[in-house]
């Protein structure tokens, strides 16, 4: 069993940054890839980034490469989603997830968190 929890959502302008973090536990979390998806009124939950925790190894969503960044800690056991010049279109519920393999489908996860909420006003 893996548990998620997703904080450091908010408010931010246009061109601003924020910082979200993904707290995991569980006894084999480590086996897993993190990942982060996101969900904007209206549209379908779709992927942004993913790590796998053994390794390091990365994948990122064209819309947001070269923008955010995704990262792990191994003390704290937590993975992080740096992102920078947002915009209106990143506006979303942010949610990290756990599968055993990197996939961008999110009926490819097996545990998720409950979600935090980005706003990007102009």
């Known amino acids: 069993q893996v548990q998620l929890v997703e904080s450091g959502g908010g408010l931010v302008q246009t061109g601003g940054s924020l910082r979200l973090s993904c707290a995991a536990s569980g006894r084999t979390f480590s086996r897993y890839v993190l990942h982060w998806f996101r969900q904007a009124p209206g549209k379908e939950r779709e992927f942004v980034a993913a790590?796998?925790?053994?390794?390091?190894?990365?994948w990122y969503a064209d819309s947001v490469k070269g923008r955010f960044t995704i990262s792990r800690d191994n003390v704290k056991n937590t993975v992080y989603l740096q992102m920078t010049n947002l915009n209106a279109e990143d506006t979303a519920v942010y949610y990290c997830?756990?599968?055993?393999?990197?996939?961008?489908?999110?009926?490819?996860?097996?545990?998720w968190g409950k979600g935090t909420l980005v706003t990007v006003s102009s």
């Open positions: 790590i796998r925790w053994n390794g390091g190894r990365t």
């Open positions: 997830a756990a599968s055993i393999a990197y996939s961008d489908y999110q009926n490819g996860m097996d545990y």
